[in-house]
T-cell receptor
């Protein structure tokens, strides 16, 4: 079945550092890929998405590229801020969208 | 305007009790979901409903039952609560009309079973 594996945290960075959170997937067909972010005490919010191979999703300085050849969707940001501290979830869904699979989540802490 | 809302936000109860969590979405979406998030932030899908039809049920104890009175609501009923049910429960919804089927999440309900 479909599944997502993302790098284990926690990740602690200093402000303005470069961020990479790795995510790889296993799926049949051509899933859509997502990154969700969960700030403390809140629900999940969509951060960015990509629906086909080589698409790049981007939002708030974060980027991720749908790589079919490596089945990856790594999240990157060039310069993190304290306000980026949150838990990040990689996810995929099938064409119908009802079967969304989430990774285990990666907690990011950014220190001033 | 809240897109996906849940009540209550916090729920503290004794073992053995029966409780319900309500969820409403005003997005006109076709499918709604319930997720359980444990203390390690791991998200597990419990149920989804599409047009009043259950389409996913992931090895959830039958003490948990979803109830959908209409397309905009998916409530979660839990009977005979156990300590292990303590978690944050998230409701979500999505539209079948988009090509990528993003899910929109509610703010969560933190359930504590004593």
């Amino acid at each position: 079945g479909n599944s997502v594996t993302q790098m284990e945290g926690p990740v602690t960075l200093s402000e303005e550092a470069f961020l990479t959170i790795n995510c790889t997937y296993t799926a049949t067909g051509y899933p859509s890929l997502f990154w969700y972010v969960q700030y403390p005490g809140e629900g999940l919010q969509l951060l960015l998405k990509a629906t086909k191979a080589d698409d790049k999703g981007s939002n708030k300085g974060f980027e991720a590229t749908y790589r079919k050849e490596t089945t990856s969707f790594h999240l990157e940001k060039g310069s993190v801020q304290v306000s980026d501290s949150a838990v990040y979830f990689c996810a995929l869904s099938d064409l119908r969208g009802s079967d969304m699979r989430f990774g285990a989540g990666t907690r990011l802490t950014v220190k001033p | 305007d809240t897109a996906v809302s849940q009540t209550p936000k916090y729920l503290v109860t004794q073992m053995g009790n029966d409780k319900s969590i309500k969820c409403e979405q005003n997005l006109g979406h076709d499918t709604m979901y319930w997720y359980k998030q444990d203390s390690k932030k791991f998200l597990k899908i419990m149920f989804s409903y599409n047009n009043k039809e259950l389409i996913i049920n992931e090895t959830v104890p039958n003490r948990f039952s979803p109830k959908s009175p209409d397309k905009a609501h998916l409530n979660l009923h839990i009977n005979s609560l156990e300590l292990g049910d303590s978690a944050v429960y998230f409701c979500a919804s999505s539209s079948d009309q988009t090509s990528y089927n993003e899910q929109f999440f509610g703010p969560g309900t933190r359930l504590t079973v004593l």
